[in-house]
């Protein structure tokens, strides 16, 4: 379940702070606060994820989806194309998550999972709408024990750096080209359960990664 979530120059919200959500969550506020600019935020979410555009950052919308926000302008805070739109998500797991370093045995072990995400126009495009950075940090009560961080860079190619830590990421030998940008990446839990989409992923389709 998810339980908190931030978001930064997202319409009439420059910052909305840690917003901690409950099974039943009210928000109160006077007209044009920014009440339904949350809500608008996780159906362009949803419709982001559920895109058969693989190369798609975000989903905007169209005539047939169930929010329409134009262009990343307009829904951006105060339309200053310049800003960044950033996002942190927190969920529960369902049971604790349990990673192991195969060379040293050392274990990391983790009950919820923070996910933030930087998004922007690259190389002053407005055409062009990319990912320059995003997260996943596995927690521990209010701890962070394990930070994946995709990472691009300052230049006009569309080049990332993938990192962790502490865990150590070593590159198998025989891929000489850079990691590209992030795609969908699409998992089946299993054949009774529901697919399950991840929008902001990082395509290692092209790439390994293990420890020597």
Not at 145 to 168: C, I, M, N, R, W
Request: with cysteine; glycine share 8%.
């Amino acid at each position: 379940m998810i339980t908190n979530v931030q978001i930064k120059n997202f319409k009439a919200w420059r910052d909305t702070g840690p917003m901690p959500l409950k099974p039943l969550t009210v928000l109160f506020g006077t007209n044009s606060s920014g009440k339904s600019s949350i809500e608008q935020f996780f159906l362009m979410l949803r419709q982001t994820v559920e895109s058969s555009d693989r190369r798609l950052v975000l989903h905007a919308g169209d005539r047939e989806s169930a929010v329409n926000l134009g262009s990343f302008e307009e829904m951006v805070h105060h339309r200053d194309k310049t800003v960044k739109l950033e996002f942190g998500v927190e969920w529960e797991l369902p049971k604790p998550l349990e990673v192991e370093d195969p060379k040293t045995s050392q274990k990391w072990r983790g009950d919820r999972m923070h996910f933030e995400c930087s998004l922007g126009l690259q190389n002053g495009r407005v055409s062009q709408l990319g990912v320059n950075h995003f997260s996943y940090r596995l927690r521990s009560g209010s701890s962070d024990v394990l930070t994946v961080k995709l990472e691009g860079s300052d230049g006009g190619k569309a080049q990332f750096k993938l990192s962790a830590t502490p865990y150590g990421l070593v590159r198998v030998t025989g891929r000489p080209w850079q990691l590209g940008p992030p795609a969908v990446s699409t998992a089946s839990r299993s054949k009774s359960a529901p697919t399950t989409r991840m929008r902001i992923s990082c395509r290692i389709s092209a790439w390994r990664w293990s420890r020597c």
